[in-house]
């Protein structure tokens, strides 16, 4: 067998898969995301290591026998800073951080922002590395000093269990990665004044660090094969075999992640997105990961005592555009990143009246999640066939209004854990193990109805207003309370 872990914001996840990519077994462990005050979001580096330790044990447990390679990918950006032996000197930064957002506002405002886009293809936002980078120099410069590598969640897994310090292109791309020579840009590092800490960039390797289990507490045996990367959002696009140039896949999870394959390298537009290298040489993946998928409809559901549970019922209750009720979904305190960058960004909620029902609000909601999805792909360059995986893609009722919005057939994933199966493609095919088609994840249609797109149509049209309109109210933000 094989194994496929990936590293959530709040899940650890794993997947036994045999030869020909069929899942045997899964295990997974919820994860704390720790909220030390307001904007800052982290992990302990040490319990995410040990969820990783635990879901592996149980599957060597309930499997049998051991994987011929664990494959891991995480969640990317963030800041997860360790020492020489690979252990946390602060806890882990999440992606979900806004604490750098005053000094993103002064890069943006003094053209850096936008010069590391023009060397990387990458526009920085609170949560990335280089600003949470900085963010920790001004304040904890004894940390910095600590500190051997700034590195990303599954490289810190793979250290602790190999010894192994190295990243990959994908991780490595977000933000100083010049794609074009696969090396870090110094030009970039010095416009941030990033220049003096070159040194705690790990090592990238071009197919992904290699290495073998140091002992036994995992569960399986020292010696095993370890495979570290792609992260997340590449790992998702392998297992769901997006490779020709124009196809597209859209994750809806916690963040809304949209990818679109490329083979070209387009930097001179409005500075947006990322572009993430692949191990597949001259393939990259431009991609609109924006802040909030699924976590802006569970603060909506929240906040009316509702669960996802209730999601098929409200949708059916409600007709499509909610009865005049629009959301703008921007619910991060770290603002927005995709398709466009804004610190400042916050949901709003219109059109409400006597009449709307909280039905009304939670398709209200879906469907702006759906208009922030369309942005995204065709910010990025979507043409081409689009498959959908994550929590989301399980409400039939929710992807059928994707398929609407989009006005485009939708291939829904069968397998959940795509992103695990991912990174154990990526691992075969690096050490050059047969991957037939059978390990891509399989699919159902979702074809969208004529009548219903072209309503979206008109919807969209009035989304992309909205947000130009709103985007002036945020420079502007009402006061808080002392």
């Given at each position: 067998m094989d194994v496929g872990v990936d590293?959530?914001?709040?899940?650890?996840?794993?997947?036994?898969?045999?030869?020909?990519?069929?899942?045997?077994?899964e295990a997974s462990r919820p994860t704390r995301l720790v909220r030390p005050s307001a904007g800052r979001f982290e992990h302990e580096t040490a319990e995410i290591?040990?969820?990783?330790?635990?879901?592996?044990?149980?599957?060597?447990?309930?499997?049998?026998?051991?994987?011929?390679?664990?494959?891991?990918?995480?969640?990317?950006?963030?800041?997860?800073l360790v020492d020489a032996a690979g252990g946390?000197?602060?806890?882990?930064?999440?992606?979900?951080d806004a604490r750098s957002s005053g000094i993103l506002e002064q890069w943006t405002a003094d053209g850096v922002a936008d010069h590391v886009?023009?060397?990387?293809?990458?526009?920085?936002?609170?949560g990335a590395s280089g600003p949470l980078l900085a963010a920790v120099l001004a304040e904890e410069p004894a940390v910095i000093a600590a500190a051997e590598t700034a590195a990303y969640c599954k490289d810190v897994v793979m250290q602790a269990l190999t010894g192994v310090r190295a990243t990959d292109v994908s991780d490595a791309s977000a933000p100083f990665l010049d794609p074009r020579t696969g090396s870090y840009d110094?030009?970039?590092?010095?416009?941030?004044?990033?220049?003096?800490?070159?040194?705690?960039?790990?090592?990238?390797?071009?197919?992904?660090?290699?290495?073998?289990?140091?002992?036994?507490?995992?569960?399986?045996?020292?010696?095993?094969?370890?495979?570290?990367?792609?992260?997340?959002?590449?790992?998702?696009?392998?297992?769901?075999?997006?490779?020709?140039?124009?196809?597209?896949?859209?994750?809806?999870?916690?963040?809304?992640?949209c990818q679109v394959a490329t083979r070209s390298l387009p930097m001179a537009g409005e500075p947006a997105g990322l572009f993430l290298g692949t191990w597949t040489p001259g393939l990259w993946l431009r991609a609109m990961p924006a802040m909030v998928g699924t976590a802006a409809l569970d603060r909506v559901l929240a906040l009316v005592g509702a669960t996802t549970e209730q999601l098929p019922a409200f949708l059916a209750e409600s007709p499509p555009g909610a009865q005049g009720v629009t959301v703008l979904p921007y619910l991060s305190e770290a603002g927005e990143r995709a398709p466009f960058v804004d610190t400042r960004a916050r949901g709003t909620l219109d059109g409400l009246s006597l009449s709307t029902t909280?039905?009304?609000?939670?398709?209200?909601?879906?469907?702006?999640?759906?208009?922030?999805?369309?942005?995204?792909?065709?910010a990025a360059g979507w043409t081409g066939r689009v498959t959908v995986c994550g929590g989301g893609a399980r409400s039939a009722e929710w992807t059928q209004i994707l398929a609407d919005?989009?006005?485009?057939?939708?291939?829904?994933?069968?397998?959940?854990?795509?992103?695990?199966?991912?990174a154990v493609i990526c691992a075969r095919r690096a050490a050059s193990d047969e991957v037939g088609p059978e390990w891509i994840a399989s699919t159902r249609q979702v074809d969208p109805d004529p009548g219903r797109a072209a309503f979206y149509a008109e919807g969209y049209a009035?989304?992309?207003?909205?947000?130009?309109?709103?985007?002036?109210?945020?420079s502007d933000p009402a006061p808080l309370g002392a």
């Open positions: 590293v959530g914001t709040t899940v650890t996840k794993a997947v036994a898969f045999d030869e020909v990519g069929r899942p045997l077994a290591v040990a969820s990783v330790n635990e879901v592996v044990g149980e599957l060597a447990a309930a499997v049998g026998s051991q994987p011929g390679v664990l494959a891991i990918t995480a969640q990317g950006d963030g800041l997860w946390a000197v602060r806890p882990a930064i999440s992606w979900l886009f023009r060397r990387s293809g990458n526009r920085m936002f609170p110094e030009e970039a590092l010095a416009a941030t004044g990033l220049g003096e800490l070159r040194h705690l960039l790990a090592p990238v390797a071009a197919d992904g660090p290699v290495g073998e289990l140091r002992d036994s507490s995992s569960g399986m045996a020292p010696g095993t094969r370890v495979s570290a990367g792609p992260y997340d959002l590449p790992a998702a696009a392998a297992g769901a075999g997006v490779e020709t140039p124009g196809d597209a896949l859209l994750t809806i999870g916690t963040t809304l992640a909280t039905a009304d609000l939670i398709r209200a909601t879906c469907e702006g999640i759906a208009y922030a999805a369309r942005h995204c792909l065709e919005v989009l006005n485009a057939p939708l291939h829904t994933t069968a397998a959940e854990q795509v992103a695990a199966r991912g009035h989304y992309l207003r909205r947000i130009d309109n709103a985007r002036a109210r945020w």
